[in-house]
Structure formats: C-alpha cells, structure tokens
C-alpha cells in the first residue's frame, strides 16, 4: 500500500477565514511533507517533518502552519491567506532511512482563496 | 538557481515508439534521482528511480539511465502507450538529515503520445 490521502479534495476560503488541509499515511513513513505546486510549475517544499518533528520550513509565511499530531498525520493550518496563496497543496511521506526508494504523494488539495 | 533542469518543455511521439526524456542537474550533492508521472490537479505519482551508484535502472517499460560525469540522466519508454500522456517531472534527492530529504524538481516534459 502505497496511498497517501489528503482531505479535503477543493477548498474556497476568504482571506479572514481559517482552515486546516489533512493528509493521512499508513505506510509507517517517519518523514512527512507539504508542497506547493502552482499551475504549469514544479512543486515547491514547503515544510518536512521527522519523527514529528519539525526538520525543515523553506521560509514560509507565518500565515501556513503545519502540525504533526502523530506518525500518520500531518495537516496545514491555514489563516489570513492572500489570493496569490491559491494552488495544489501537495502532501508526501518517505521512509526514514536512506537508501530513499520515493516520496509518495497525495492526490492534493486544491486551495482557492478569494 | 536551478539545480535540475528539463530543458524539453513538451515532447510528442508516435504510439508504439520510443519516448526519450532528458534531465540535467549541477548539485554533485544529490545521492538519488527520481522520475514522477503527474496528471492535472492530481499529485505526482512515482514512476522509477536511480541511486548515484547506479548507471541504468529498468522496470518494464521504463529505463532510466544515469551519466553521473556529464549530470545527466534520460528516462526511456518504450513502446509509448496513448496512457503514458501526462507531465513527467524529474527530481533529485539530497538527503537533509534527521530522517528526512529533499527533493528538487525540475520544471517538467509534458509527453504527448499520438495514437
């Protein structure tokens, strides 16, 4: 099994709303991610997590917070966006050791800010 | 600075024939190289991969081949199937510690193959 699901599938907020975007792993993946992928670009790291813990955050604005409650979920809270913040948000999960085989990705969520 | 480069933005190929997608890196850091299949609006699905030891990996249809003096590596299908039409995004991996990567993608080959 190599699923990785992410919830909800459209989102449309307003710039003063407040949202989170879930993403789920059963594959005993230790690293989890977020990514950003904006129309005809590559995706974008945006944060990892290790072991729960936060590892890495690619200077993201402070209005995207990620959370990893445990080793199976990760979500994205989202505050006060701006309509540019509008993409496929993208999440992934790895093993944890080398040698890497994958990231595996969710099929993403498609964030419409307004 | 771009660190993986697909300088082919859009490749058509006869069905049945070979489809050749290119992709260059300048980081001598990245240990694994990646070829992802992704369709609009869904995520990138893992198609095959490459350790930097490694010279050609092959998994049915697919071969990468990696030339790790020049920086550059090819993905080979063969035959190209009508379902193969998609953007391929290649990615290389450094490993960042702590039990996690990163990866860099380059910008994408949309593949069209023509029944």
């Known amino acids: 099994d190599t699923e990785v699901t992410q919830t909800p599938k459209h989102l449309v907020m307003g710039m003063t709303n407040k949202k989170s975007l879930k993403c789920e792993q059963h594959?005993?993946?230790?690293?989890m991610y977020w990514y950003k992928q904006k129309a005809k670009k590559p995706p974008e790291l945006m944060f990892v997590y290790s072991y729960e813990k936060l590892s890495i955050n690619e200077s993201v604005p402070s209005r995207f917070s990620p959370e990893c409650p445990n080793s199976s979920l990760l979500n994205l809270h989202l505050h006060a966006l701006q309509p540019e913040d509008s993409a496929l948000y993208l999440c992934a999960s790895s093993q944890d050791s080398p040698p890497l085989k994958a990231q595996y990705f969710g099929p993403g969520t498609r964030l419409t800010v307004t | 600075d771009q660190q993986v480069k697909q300088n082919s933005p859009s490749l058509s190929v006869q069905e049945g024939r070979i489809s050749i997608l290119n992709c260059d890196y300048t980081?001598?850091?990245?240990?694994?190289f990646l070829w992802y299949k992704k369709y609009p609006a869904e995520g990138p699905t893992f198609l095959i991969s490459?350790?930097?030891?490694?010279d050609k990996n092959e998994d049915g249809r697919f071969t990468v081949f990696l030339n790790k003096s020049a920086k550059h590596l090819s993905l080979h299908i063969v035959p190209s199937q009508p379902g193969d039409s998609a953007v391929y995004f290649c990615a290389a991996n450094r490993y960042s510690g702590a039990g996690s990567y990163q990866l860099t993608f380059g910008k994408g080959t949309k593949l069209s193959v023509i029944p």
């Open positions: 980081n001598s850091m990245f240990d694994y």
């Open positions: 490459i350790s930097s030891i490694k």
């Open positions: 594959m005993g993946h230790r690293a």
